[in-house]
């Protein structure tokens, strides 16, 4: 093993950058190839938000089940497990933008014929299951995908306020957009949502159109899909930091995300609340991401990520059990906010570590193990979605059980791989 500590030759953002020593919030989006990818992250963001909310919405009342929220929700997250490291092969050898266009029509296919379904009073459980689905497939490619874009249309210097900035383009949309979602909801039906998620991707694609990468690698890969897909592997296996910072993001998934898939049966069963009280819940932790967004991007290429890292992660835990425990709206927004804000302040400092150590023409390959995390939130969300069902444990109790594991596992590697505070 190797490079546990210090930056690797070659690094995109060397220890000591001259960059760090300013505050340089919006900085990446100087560069115009940034811009087109940044805006149309938004739209991204947005549609995303309201998709899942109405579709989490639409199940309940289908079902009136927590463990089929959770089921319908979370398997979209099973074909980035099946599909996604391979993918990482075609985002290494193809033109990633191409790639990203034609991922963007396939959604926008998709959420519109799902929209027409639901309006004609057609949906089914199956169809729900079969759409969740599908939207996992694309984004078992558009999630590393996007990743090596925001790298390869910025300078180095740039990397971790593009980094953030990306994020920030989506939580301006999710911190409102699950507002809207429960205002449509309840005015004009949840087939609304869903028509509104696929202008938004198709707004994406129009964006994107004239967006070039310019800080984009030759692809020095030429053999098979299994040789290439190893190579990758044998780099991961190779860094000890990679390798960690991999682990580390496989706490949210399983346990923070797997909660907000919950939220329709918190709005109802916990907190005696309909589509609005649910819009807030998810307003809240994205306004909680978004100050936090903004406070990275703000840092820029500061030298305590480390720390970032593994703190944020033990505090969105502790925010998570105590969110469980909460019956009372106020609270329980409160908390949402604050775990929207560790959550993000964690991904972002993980990734920009994690994406500052990878080699561009491994990029693809190596950031599509990064996040096939998403991939295992059906095993959290089908264990969570049991527990809260009734007769088990309830909601609350499921839940500030989550937290509390998820606290063990995260002070554990904290304890036990020190060097990980140290890590700029």
Known sequence: MSRTGQNPPGSLTPAGDTHTRRLQTFSALKNRNFRYLWISGAFIGGGNQVQQIALGWLVFQLTDSAFWVG?????????????GPLAGVAIDRWDRKKLFLLAQVFLVVTAF???????????TMVHALVFSFLLGL??????????ALVVNTVPPHDLTNAIALNNAANGILQSTAPLISGVLIATLGVAGNFFVQ????LMVFLITLPMGTP???????????LKSFAEGLRYIRSDTTILLLIVLVFVPSLFIHSTQNLLSVFAVDVLRGGPLV?????????????TATLAIASLGNFQ????VVIGALLLVTICLALFGLSSRLGLS???????????????????ALFQSRTPDHLRGRITSMYVVDHGFQPVGSLILGLLAAEGALGPQRAVFLAGVAAFAITAFIGLRFRHLWRLQ
């Not at 696929?198 to 991707?201: K, L, T, V």
């Not at 800080?215 to 899909?225: A, H, P, Q, W």
């Open 71 to 83: 089921t319908v929700l979370g398997i979209r997250a099973l074909p980035i497990l099946l599909v």
């Open 304 to 307: 305590s990520r480390g720390r």
């Open 198 to 201: 696929s202008a938004a991707y």
């Open 138 to 147: 694309d984004a078992s490619i558009i999630q590393p995908l996007r990743q």
């Open 278 to 290: 649910l819009g807030l819940l998810g307003a809240c932790m994205g306004v909680g991401s978004l």
């Open 215 to 225: 800080y984009r690698e030759g692809t020095k890969d030429s053999g098979s899909v």
């Open 113 to 123: 014929l799902f929209a027409v379904d639901v309006a004609l009073d057609r949906v």
């Open 333 to 351: 927004l409160a908390l949402m906010g604050l775990m929207g804000f560790f959550n993000t302040g964690f991904r972002l400092a993980n990734n």
